[in-house]
């Protein structure tokens, strides 16, 4: 069966730092384009990052610069690391394979930035 | 990147056919042929119904049809059934190498 499972979501502190992973069975994350996504509470859904089979990474207007999409093929795992975090990044991030043709998802791990 | 327009809403009764739309820009719904369409029931993962404009993947109804014209996508959904009440995003690629997602628009069965 194939799943996208995250973790480490949690509450942190404007300006915190956090790191959300994404353990991928029955695909392989360095052979795929696998994409981070979120939703706000109230919100629609939000595209945040990318990363290329190839390693060619891009990011959305409103994360560039603060986060950084990664995986170890080791682990078979995605990762996303998050800096400088901000009030507004408040969301459920959830990791899929695909850019275009997101078809499979994970649940969603919840990130929450308060003091 | 900015989102893509979507309608907040719309309803139809079991049976009948509706239509969303989701107006983006010659940099990304008119520019490319990478449209997509999701499903989204609340506190579920979000469902591809629709891929490359037209494109179905395996296993989701042939009730569920895309098309675009110009700057413009669309979902269109017959034979309305109760199961459909959900939230539905658009999703296109952009000229910036990005993706951007619609507003979502939230359909009813009445």
């Known amino acids: 069966e194939v799943q996208l499972v995250e973790s480490g979501g949690g509450v942190v502190q404007p300006g915190g730092s956090l790191r959300l992973s994404c353990a991928a069975s029955?695909?392989?994350?360095?052979?795929?384009?696998m994409s981070w996504v979120r939703q706000a509470p109230g919100k629609g859904l939000e595209w945040v990052s990318i990363?290329?089979?190839?390693?060619?990474?891009y990011y959305a207007d409103s994360v560039k610069g603060r986060f950084t999409i990664s995986r170890d093929s080791s682990k078979n795992t995605l990762y996303l690391q998050m800096n400088s975090l901000r009030g507004e990044d408040t969301a459920v991030y959830s990791c899929?394979?695909?850019?275009?043709?997101?078809?499979?998802w994970g649940q969603g791990t919840t990130v929450t930035v308060s003091s | 990147q900015s989102a893509l327009t979507q309608p907040a809403s719309v309803s139809g009764s079991p049976g009948q056919s509706i239509t969303i739309s989701c107006t983006g820009t010659?940099?990304?719904?008119?520019?490319?042929?990478?449209v997509s369409w999701y499903q989204h029931h609340p506190g579920k993962a979000p469902k591809l119904m629709i891929y490359?404009?037209?494109n179905r993947p395996s296993g989701v109804s042939n009730r569920f049809s895309g098309s675009k014209s110009d700057n413009t996508a669309s979902l269109t959904i017959s034979g309305l059934q109760a199961e459909d009440e959900a939230d539905y995003y658009c999703?296109?690629?952009?000229?910036?190498?990005?993706?951007?997602f619609g507003t979502g628009t939230k359909v009813t069965v009445l």
């Open positions: 490359d404009v037209t």
């Open positions: 990363i290329y089979s190839g390693g060619s990474t």
């Open positions: 999703s296109s690629y952009t000229s910036s190498s990005t993706y951007a």
């Open positions: 899929a394979r695909g850019g275009s043709r997101m078809d499979v």
């Open positions: 010659s940099s990304d719904v008119g520019g490319y042929n990478y």
């Open positions: 029955g695909l392989t994350v360095s052979n795929s384009y």
